[in-house]
């Protein structure tokens, strides 16, 4: 049984961290860079960068900061925010991402996520489905697009810590074959617990790990007492 993945997820804003609560509201946290720095030096399992204003600005990822980021940080990056076009993804992991994450990108044109499957290889391709706005059709669709991994995320919890969708997590999980990542309003570690349990290969905070003592290491540690592998 492969081990439970443990995953900050980094919302940014140009160079800042920034959260907020639903994707609105955004207050700035932090330094993308330090903050990476500091997850790294905890012996993350991986780190999820997104770029929140790259789509909305038209622009593709800042491929400056990722190199930064994957000469200081030896930790698997997944890059997402701004991903339109093959030549996004080929940036990316050519300026150290390891793995590229694609949304709107991926439900404007399901055709997208096939291509850069078949160019790039699976196993570089994350989609996030948001609910509730998708239905299951869309991982289903996806994974059988190329999908490599499935970000299930709950954009109505972000930033809330009012726990993660369960029932989701579960129904998605049981329809795809593919890793499915918990996303959205982790409220802590049993609710980790829980969302393993209900089928996932990896959880997903940001705004837990930004704003609570709680920490990527704390996380494992706890999962590990309850009989779920993770790495310490």
């Not at 930033?159 to 989701?168: A, C, K, P, S």
């Not at 609710?191 to 209900?198: F, N, P, S, V, Y």
Request: include cysteine.
């Amino acid at each position: 049984m492969l081990a439970a993945r443990i995953i900050p997820v980094m919302l940014i804003k140009g160079r800042l961290l920034v959260k907020g609560e639903r994707f609105v509201n955004d207050r700035v946290v932090g330094h993308a860079l330090q903050a990476a720095r500091i997850h790294a030096a905890r012996g993350v399992d991986e780190l999820m960068l997104i770029d929140v204003a790259a789509t909305a600005e038209n622009r593709g990822p800042d491929l400056d900061l990722i190199r930064e980021l994957s000469r200081d940080v030896f930790v698997p990056l997944t890059v997402g925010g701004g991903v339109q076009t093959v030549w996004d993804v080929d940036n990316l992991l050519r300026a150290g991402a390891d793995k590229v994450l694609i949304g709107a990108a991926a439900r404007r044109n399901l055709t997208f996520v096939q291509r850069v499957s078949e160019r790039f290889g699976s196993q570089a391709i994350v989609v996030a489905v948001d609910w509730p706005e998708e239905t299951f059709m869309s991982a289903i669709a996806m994974r059988m697009a190329g999908a490599g991994e499935i970000l299930c995320n709950n954009a109505q919890r972000d930033g809330t810590m009012e726990g993660y969708d369960l029932d989701v997590i579960a129904k998605v999980a049981r329809q795809v074959d593919c890793p499915v990542i918990a996303c959205g309003g982790c409220s802590g570690y049993e609710d980790m617990r829980r969302a393993i349990e209900a089928g996932a290969s990896a959880v997903a905070a940001g705004a837990l790990f930004a704003f609570t003592d709680a920490t990527p290491k704390g996380a494992a540690e706890y999962l590990k007492h309850h009989g779920i592998e993770a790495r310490v």
